[in-house]
């Protein structure tokens, strides 16, 4: 199994702000992806991260919003920015090894409260 | 569109058996699987079906049928701690993860 670390682990935030979530995994995996999931709903996939280049993003939404970095193979960043209270969720940061689908791991998550 | 549906919630009493139904409809099929959520942590992997028929792990069994877009994950002597969301998700043509909303399985004592 992988061991994925997120931090923070929660926060409260006024609007208008942004937060960086960081995420550090223990393997040289490929593939790392971010997940908002909201109270009560399905995981939604945010974005793919890709090193060294632009993260892939699912349709809804947009790199100003929710800017990616992956510099290196085992730690990438989720960034919300301009919050408001619709923001307000579990953001995930998971892992997946390339070539394998078989499993995919997921960080403890942050819990984000926008005010 | 892609869709997958499972109950929403579902109650069942400590020791006994339930089965939570998730059916599916995707674009493409490269595999089915079964996660477990406890309240506030991250989900954690459970079962992982691509052919048909069942496969048992423990106390938790997952099955697929692909021809109906048809699966359910079955849990026998049931424990308190069993008490969680199980989410259901299809890797899709893509191999991207589509998810369904999640059962709340409540145990009572």
């Known amino acids: 199994s992988a061991v994925i670390s997120q931090k923070p682990s929660r926060d409260i935030c006024q609007r208008g702000t942004s937060l960086t979530i960081q995420c550090q995994v223990d393997?040289?995996?490929?593939?790392m992806f971010w997940y908002r999931q909201q109270p009560g709903q399905s995981l939604t996939l945010i974005a793919t991260?890709?090193?060294?280049?632009?993260?892939?993003?699912e349709s809804g939404f947009v790199i100003d919003k929710f800017p990616i970095s992956r510099p290196n193979l085992t730690f990438s960043t989720l960034t919300v920015s301009n919050m408001s209270p619709e923001d307000s969720s579990i953001y995930l940061c998971?892992?997946?090894?390339?070539?394998?689908?078989?499993?995919?791991?997921f960080g403890p998550g942050t819990r984000l409260t926008v005010l | 569109g892609q869709n997958i549906d499972q109950p929403t919630e579902m109650t069942a009493t400590e020791g006994a058996i339930v089965q939570i139904n998730c059916t599916y409809q995707?674009?493409?099929?490269?595999?089915l699987f079964w996660y477990q959520q406890h309240a506030g942590e991250a989900p954690t992997f459970l079962s992982y079906?691509?052919l048909d028929g069942l496969e048992e792990k423990g106390r938790f069994s997952s099955f697929l049928s692909r021809s109906k877009g048809y699966s359910y994950l079955l849990l026998k002597e049931l424990q308190m701690k069993d008490s969680a969301s199980y989410l259901c998700?299809?890797?899709?043509?893509?191999?991207?993860?589509?998810w369904g909303a999640g059962t709340k399985l409540i145990i009572k004592p």
């Open positions: 998971s892992e997946r090894l390339a070539g394998d689908y078989h499993e995919q791991f």
């Open positions: 393997s040289q995996v490929t593939m």
């Open positions: 991260a890709n090193q060294g280049s632009e993260a892939t993003y």
């Open positions: 995707t674009s493409g099929f490269n595999g």
């Open positions: 079906n691509v």
């Open positions: 998700a299809v890797l899709d043509s893509n191999y991207q993860l589509i």
